[in-house]
């Protein structure tokens, strides 16, 4: 009896090797994964970006390429090497080819001058120098707070545009 349900167990536990490589091949797998890092990307010896994430994962042959998780920080620089701009989020993900960049989930952009942007999905052209949604946006600046839907902007934050603006609240305060 034992010798029976051994051997039908060898026969049910056979591979082949066509199948696994179907399902090794069917998710494409990360060629790399780095915990923790900070990326630097100069120009003519300048910081121009730095990129600081808990998780990247780095994919060949499929785009986008790099998938951020589990919070990232990109700063951008003018070229005095001064800080201009903070994007924060959740997560990320960038087109090399396209050079995209899509943040999702909890994005905040803030600028040199204390303007905050607040939303769940924002894209950044490198190619275009520009920074956009179509999302709903909250702006905060010293002076009042705009909610609106789209937004465009150059990367450091200090020209910007809301396409539906839904209200503002300002804080003048008054003076006695």
């Known amino acids: 009896m034992r010798t029976l349900l051994f051997s039908v167990v ?24 780095i915990q923790g890092a900070e990326l ?39 070229d005095s090497s001064e800080l201009q701009s ?14 995209i960049m899509l943040a999702q989930n909890n994005v905040i952009l803030t600028s040199s001058d204390d303007k905050k942007l607040e939303t769940e999905e924002l894209v ?17 600046t010293g002076k009042e707070i705009v909610y609106g839907e789209g937004f465009t902007s150059n990367a450091n934050f200090s020209q910007y545009s809301i396409t539906k603006i839904h209200g503002t609240f300002d804080f003048e305060t008054e003076t006695n």
């Open 10 to 33: 060898l026969v049910a536990c056979t591979n082949d090797p066509k199948l696994v490589q179907n399902f090794a091949s069917d998710k494409e797998q990360a060629i790399e994964q």
């Open 124 to 140: 950044w052209d490198e190619k275009k120098d520009e920074i956009y949604t179509d999302k709903i946006v909250k702006i905060t």
């Open 86 to 99: 903070t994007l924060m989020a959740n997560d990320a993900s960038i087109d090399e080819n396209k050079k």
């Open 40 to 78: 630097l990307y100069t120009e003519n010896g300048k910081i121009k970006i730095k990129i600081v994430a808990d998780k990247i994962e780095r994919f060949q042959d499929q785009q986008p390429g790099l998938i951020f998780s589990e919070h990232m920080e990109v700063y951008f620089y003018n």
